[in-house]
Nanobody, 121 residues
Framework: QVQLEESGGGLVQVGSSLRLSCVAS????????MGWFRQAPGKEREFVAA????????YYIDSVKGRFTISRDNAKNAVYLQMDTLKPEDTAVYYC??????????????WGQGTQVTVSS
């Protein structure tokens, strides 16, 4: 059974940094794509970032380009999201997700429970 566990969320001030981590278990061979999504109260879920298994393909939503960096450690079956220069609009629950299909298709197969990120001004 595939399980994803996120960590690293918290309450920070504008301009601060946070690093989210997600470890996948239940599939030692890993997954093609690992990504991050977020959902703010009253808003639809956003596809934030993703990375392919080799790292050669990445995706970022425009609003985080230049501020967020996704990385992964295949040996640990882990994916990370380094978030710099945080803004109040980054406040959301962040979800880790994985898929063996199209990296760009947001219908990922497995999801974590989410970790709250709150950016205060």
């Amino acid at each position: 059974q595939v399980q994803l566990e996120e960590s690293g969320g918290g309450l920070v001030q504008v301009g601060s940094s946070l690093r989210l981590s997600c470890v996948a278990s239940g599939r030692p061979s890993g997954f093609y794509a690992m990504g991050w999504f977020r959902q703010a109260p009253g808003k639809e879920r956003e596809f934030v970032a993703a990375m392919s298994h080799s790292g050669s393909t990445t995706y970022y939503i425009d609003s985080v380009k230049g501020r967020f960096t996704i990385s992964r450690d295949n040996a640990k079956n882990a994916v990370y999201l380094q978030m710099d220069t945080l803004k109040p609009e980054d406040t959301a629950v962040y979800y880790c997700a994985v898929t063996d299909h199209n990296l760009y298709d947001p219908q990922y197969e497995y999801w974590g429970q989410g970790t709250q990120v709150t950016v205060s001004s």
